[in-house]
């Protein structure tokens, strides 16, 4: 459900991302606003001790996701950094809703993509 979606905002999508998503009313929580400065591990353990999806643009979530298994990472990878467009494309992402949970969902300007975050190494 939308409404199960929580969402924490890594520092790199900037406060203006931050401040349009709560104004919609959705569930987001913003390093920036509350704990800025804090290293990205901190970031991962406020994600798994809140359950929130964390959404950034910072490349280092990727390792981070796959090493740590936050409830889910998305990171954003735009050719067109404006804040218009990183909402644009974090709202096109946020319609997967609980289907962000569990994955590294890796979104461009025109393109999503999914990968577990844990593995099945029988297979």
Do not use: C
């Not at 994955?103 to 577990?116: C, G, H, K, M, N």
Request: charged residues 35%.
């Amino acid at each position: 459900m939308s409404e199960d979606l929580k969402l924490l905002l890594d520092e790199s999508l900037g406060i203006k991302v931050y401040e349009k998503l709560k104004s919609m009313n959705f569930n987001v929580q913003s390093v920036i606003a509350e704990r800025r400065g804090i290293k990205d591990m901190e970031v991962v353990t406020m994600a798994k001790l809140h359950n929130k999806v964390i959404a950034t643009m910072d490349k280092d979530f990727g390792y981070l996701a796959l090493s740590y298994s936050p409830p889910g990472v998305i990171l954003l990878r735009l050719r067109d950094p404006r804040v218009s467009n990183r909402i644009r494309v974090l709202l096109r992402v946020m319609e997967l809703r609980e289907k962000l949970y569990g994955f590294l969902t890796v979104a461009t300007d025109t393109e999503i993509r999914r990968r577990p975050l844990e593995f099945d190494l029988k297979e």
